[in-house]
């Protein structure tokens, strides 16, 4: 008998007192309308939702802004499957637009700000997204991708208004503030991010209406501790997996109150959220915590009112997190995610922590370690970590060995190697390939080598990573030239700086050195492993 699915929206339920948490998810589900509802039935429609630079919005007024994003979005023509692309800060319109579309069906696909022409003429044309919602500082940026866009029908500008094109705040005011949500599945395409591959062609990850539940279930309750009466902060920003749950699915899963930041983290710029709103659980990175630490305008314990702060994208150096607790009394809370899990599935906790380690298995999550012939490793060895559980994404977008590779049945391939200590704790060892992560951003040699080759001076580079003096990885160039006798300090700043006109800025060699030749196989295949030994030997 054809079983006819439901066509009313459920919330899904939870159940905190097992570990891992027992989540019973409904087969009609939408994400967004379930995390705006929750709060308003809780009785929160008065509390505020968020603050960010030009001021603070309730739990009432984010609801608003959603149905009306939805509606807007609806009304230019836009339906259910159709995917939207969204470059935009960090302010109340980063959620508004990013639920408003899921609210009504649309795929919203968040992508970096920081990234070339170049990147977002890729994900434009391979993602097909019909609509564009930019913020108009970004928009000189993407003229070059919308000027030879063959799917674009829409463009958004938020901000300063565009002749040219709609605008963002005048279609949220002409839109009705209640809208009816989509009834979509738990099993439902509802967002997309993309994800660096190791090529350095990005590879559009795709998540389901339960995804983000699941993160906030399994991580931020009962690891973190995220409470209603918490204020949250994100160096990180939404754009990113691991900013999207900090500055959105968490906060809105305990109605608890977020403060969003536009420009770039940097330790001023961080000091003042941090003393001016005084928010609770601070979300960084290492590079920044190390920042912080050195800036001479480090706030003492008592200006700030930081509980507990967590760190991923890059394993955080054990000094630096003995100088934060010994400096703010706070600890930092050191985990490991990914694109593809959508959050931190291996964390420290705060009654279970361990500086150096990046902790245990996230409740609800399964990890093990296997050797190249998919064998368990003993206790202690280096293995390849693979994860399951409930927050995996479905696929790569039109990528399907890819895919195959990364998403074996209910396991996931992190492209990490670890190991694990007889008392549980995880340690990082390093990339299962060549990718380096810089900042918490993952970096491809092959992109940064491909710019250096293009110089006229360069006839050959090879990438690899090497640590800083905070023990934090960024790219070291070994570069071969045209002319050796051209090798000076002005031609290393030089090379530098061609980079960062080419690639994103995090990107570019911190180091470059001058050699006569490169490491290869017989082959011609260069041998980077021997460039990191070189590294690592001086």
Same mark, same amino acid.
């Given at each position: 008998m054809l079983k006819i699915e439901s066509?009313?929206?459920?919330?899904?339920?939870?159940?905190?007192?097992?570990?891992?948490?027992?989540?019973?998810?409904?087969?009609?589900?939408?994400?967004?309308?379930?995390?705006?509802?929750?709060?308003?039935?809780?009785?929160?429609?008065?509390?505020?939702?968020?603050?960010?630079?030009?001021?603070?919005?309730?739990?009432?007024?984010?609801? *608003?802004?959603?149905?009306?994003?939805?509606?807007?979005?609806?009304?230019?023509?836009?339906?259910?499957?159709?995917?939207?692309m969204i470059v935009h800060s960090d302010?109340?319109?980063?959620?508004?637009?990013?639920?408003?579309?899921?609210?009504?069906?649309?795929?919203?696909?968040?992508?970096?700000?920081?990234?070339?022409?170049?990147?977002?003429?890729?994900?434009?044309?391979?993602?097909?997204?019909?609509?564009?919602? *930019?913020?108009? +500082?970004?928009?000189?940026?993407?003229?070059?991708?919308?000027?030879?866009?063959?799917?674009?029908?829409?463009?958004?500008?938020?901000?300063?208004?565009?002749?040219?094109?709609?605008?963002?705040?005048?279609?949220?005011?002409?839109?009705?503030?209640?809208?009816?949500?989509?009834?979509?599945?738990?099993?439902?395409?509802?967002?997309?991010?993309?994800?660096?591959?190791?090529?350095?062609? +990005?590879?559009?990850?795709?998540? *389901?209406?339960?995804?983000?539940?699941?993160?906030?279930?399994?991580?931020?309750? +009962?690891? @973190?501790?995220?409470?209603?009466?918490?204020?949250?902060?994100?160096?990180?920003?939404?754009?990113?997996?691991?900013?999207?749950? /900090?500055?959105?699915?968490?906060?809105?899963? *305990?109605?608890?109150?977020?403060?969003?930041?536009?420009?770039?983290?940097?330790?001023?710029?961080?000091?003042?959220?941090?003393?001016?709103?005084?928010?609770?659980?601070?979300?960084?990175?290492?590079?920044?915590?190390?920042?912080?630490?050195?800036?001479?305008?480090?706030?003492?314990?008592?200006?700030?009112?930081?509980?507990?702060?967590?760190?991923?994208?890059?394993?955080?150096?054990?000094?630096?997190?003995?100088?934060?607790?010994?400096?703010?009394?706070?600890?930092?809370?050191?985990?490991?995610?990914?694109?593809?899990?959508?959050?931190?599935?291996?964390?420290?906790?705060?009654?279970?922590? $361990?500086?150096?380690?990046?902790?245990?298995?996230?409740?609800?999550?399964?990890?093990?370690?296997?050797?190249?012939?998919?064998? /368990?490793?003993?206790?202690?060895?280096?293995?390849?970590?693979?994860?399951?559980?409930?927050?995996?994404?479905?696929?790569?977008?039109?990528?399907?060995?890819?895919? $195959?590779?990364?998403?074996?049945?209910?396991?996931?391939?992190?492209?990490?190697?670890?190991?694990?200590?007889?008392?549980?704790?995880?340690?990082?060892?390093?990339?299962?390939?060549?990718?380096?992560?810089?900042?918490?951003?993952?970096?491809?040699?092959?992109?940064?080598?491909?710019? @250096?080759?293009?110089?006229?001076?360069?006839?050959?580079?090879?990438?690899?990573?090497?640590?800083?003096?905070?023990?934090?990885?960024?790219? $070291?160039?070994?570069?071969?030239?045209?002319?050796?006798?051209?090798?000076?300090?002005?031609?290393?700043?030089?090379?530098?700086?061609?980079?960062?006109?080419?690639?994103?800025?995090?990107?570019? +060699?911190?180091w470059i050195e001058f050699v006569s030749?490169?490491?290869?196989?017989?082959?011609?295949?260069?041998?980077?492993?021997?460039?990191?030994?070189?590294?690592?030997?001086?």
């Amino acid at each position: 008998m054809l079983k006819i699915e439901s066509t009313k929206l459920e919330s899904y339920s939870s159940d905190h007192s097992t570990s891992p948490p027992v989540i019973t998810m409904p087969r009609a589900f939408n994400a967004a309308h379930d995390l705006l509802e929750r709060n308003i039935l809780a009785g929160r429609s008065e509390k505020v939702a968020y603050i960010d630079d030009s001021g603070s919005y309730t739990y009432d007024d984010l609801k *608003v802004r959603v149905n009306q994003s939805g509606n807007a979005l609806r009304k230019l023509g836009l339906n259910m499957e159709d995917r939207v692309m969204i470059v935009h800060s960090d302010t109340i319109d980063f959620p508004a637009v990013f639920l408003g579309a899921i609210k009504v069906g649309i795929v919203p696909i968040a992508v970096n700000t920081l990234l070339t022409p170049s990147d977002y003429q890729f994900m434009m044309e391979d993602s097909r997204a019909k609509a564009l919602i *930019v913020a108009s +500082p970004f928009l000189d940026n993407l003229g070059e991708a919308i000027a030879n866009s063959n799917h674009l029908e829409h463009i958004i500008v938020s901000g300063e208004p565009s002749p040219q094109h709609h605008h963002l705040q005048s279609l949220q005011s002409q839109s009705d503030g209640e809208c009816e949500p989509a009834i979509t599945s738990c099993d439902d395409t509802c967002f997309w991010l993309y994800s660096s591959g190791s090529t350095g062609a +990005p590879k559009g990850t795709i998540h *389901v209406h339960s995804s983000l539940a699941y993160t906030a279930e399994l991580y931020a309750k +009962p690891v @973190l501790g995220i409470r209603e009466t918490d204020i949250v902060f994100s160096a990180a920003k939404l754009f990113f997996a691991y900013g999207l749950g /900090n500055g959105l699915t968490f906060p809105l899963s *305990v109605g608890a109150t977020t403060v969003l930041m536009s420009e770039r983290p940097t330790p001023e710029s961080v000091f003042k959220r941090l003393k001016d709103h005084q928010p609770t659980i601070f979300y960084g990175v290492p590079t920044l915590f190390g920042a912080m630490l050195a800036d001479d305008n480090l706030p003492s314990r008592d200006e700030i009112s930081i509980r507990v702060a967590t760190s991923a994208g890059e394993a955080l150096p054990a000094e630096i997190g003995n100088r934060w607790t010994s400096h703010f009394g706070s600890q930092i809370l050191d985990g490991i995610g990914s694109t593809e899990m959508l959050h931190i599935f291996l964390s420290n906790r705060p009654d279970d922590l $361990r500086y150096g380690s990046t902790g245990k298995p996230v409740p609800g999550y399964e990890l093990r370690l296997v050797d190249e012939d998919g064998q /368990n490793v003993p206790a202690g060895e280096l293995g390849e970590l693979q994860i399951k559980g409930p927050s995996a994404a479905n696929l790569y977008w039109n990528q399907r060995q890819k895919s $195959r590779e990364t998403f074996c049945g209910e396991w996931t391939r992190a492209g990490d190697k670890y190991s694990v200590d007889d008392e549980g704790f995880f340690t990082y060892g390093g990339r299962s390939d060549d990718m380096l992560k810089v900042s918490g951003l993952y970096v491809s040699p092959f992109e940064v080598e491909g710019v @250096l080759v293009s110089h006229n001076a360069v006839l050959e580079a090879a990438v690899v990573g090497d640590e800083d003096e905070d023990k934090l990885t960024k790219p $070291r160039a070994y570069v071969v030239l045209v002319d050796s006798s051209c090798a000076t300090s002005g031609l290393e700043d030089d090379l530098k700086e061609y980079v960062k006109s080419k690639l994103a800025p995090f990107k570019y +060699p911190r180091w470059i050195e001058f050699v006569s030749e490169l490491p290869k196989t017989a082959t011609g295949k260069i041998q980077r492993f021997k460039l990191r030994q070189r590294t690592e030997s001086e």
